[in-house]
């Protein structure tokens, strides 16, 4: 059999001739449908894998966003709801989930729609005012701006230390952290001497960031496939 390489198209029902067997990242799987964004960034919806028949297909995901840990909850969820449209309905069910999810974006709990990471170097990154410096990475600045608030503001509440898993957030302009990152520690709630931080969150920025992003690389790897309904005159006018 000659492997001859043709580009990123849209993939479906994959089987091979007589057993409709095959090799995904060395799993046999059968009868089984899927798109590749890039070399080892792929998702399956699998029905068989090694001789075990599913009672419903199973996503296969390799190097998508919603195997990192620094994809929000919420994404990671609306993320496999919409590999799992764009497998096994098309288009319009993609559509759908996604104007759904940013329908309800907005609405969530900043826990769930933040990102996550881990705060090192802070020390190096930072200056004894605790101001970032040239080249500061955006989570080790929302730590800053946690730890300068924390300083500035006389506050009883612990600092984030180098090297502490932390959440973090997009912010707008101005704001009283003065940074367009914030970080907290992970797993905590953010202290009320902080204020009440949505207010400064910039939600536009952080969908598209988080979701719309790996959302659009998906579906520029499949031809003719668009995750937002273009509007028309027609649907403009109620046509």
């Known amino acids: 059999m000659k492997i001859t390489k043709i580009g990123m198209e849209r993939v479906f029902d994959i089987e091979v001739q007589d057993n409709h067997n095959f090799y995904a990242n060395n799993i046999v799987v059968h009868n089984c449908g899927g798109f590749f ?5 792929y998702a ?24 990192r840990s620094s994809t929000p909850k919420a994404v990671t969820v609306a993320l496999k709801d919409s590999i799992k449209a764009i497998i096994t309905q098309g288009e319009p069910a993609l559509q759908k989930v ?6 309800d974006f907005r609405t969530l709990d900043v826990s769930l729609i933040c990102g996550a990471s881990t705060a090192n170097n802070i020390f190096i990154h930072g200056d004894d005012d605790l101001k970032p410096n040239k080249g500061c990475p955006g989570h080790v600045k929302g730590a800053l701006a946690y730890n300068r608030f924390i300083k500035n503001n006389d506050l009883s509440v612990a600092p984030i230390n180098d090297g502490e898993k932390i959440n973090i957030v997009t912010l707008k302009m101005p704001n009283p952290f003065g940074e367009k990152v914030f970080g907290w520690p992970a797993g905590a709630e953010i202290d009320p001497a902080f204020g009440d931080i949505t207010k400064y969150i ?5 969908f598209e960031d988080k979701f719309m992003k790996p959302i659009n690389s ?17 649907s403009f006018f109620g046509g």
Do not use: H, W
């Open 218 to 234: 998906m579906c520029e790897s499949i031809d003719n496939m668009t995750p937002i309904k273009k509007q028309t005159l027609a």
């Open 37 to 41: 964004v890039a070399k080892k960034r």
């Open 202 to 206: 910039d939600y536009n920025a952080l």
């Open 98 to 103: 996604v104007k759904e999810f940013e329908d």
């Open 44 to 67: 399956l919806s699998v029905n068989d894998n090694e001789g075990v028949r599913y009672e419903d297909p199973k996503l296969k995901l390799i190097g998508i966003e919603t195997q």
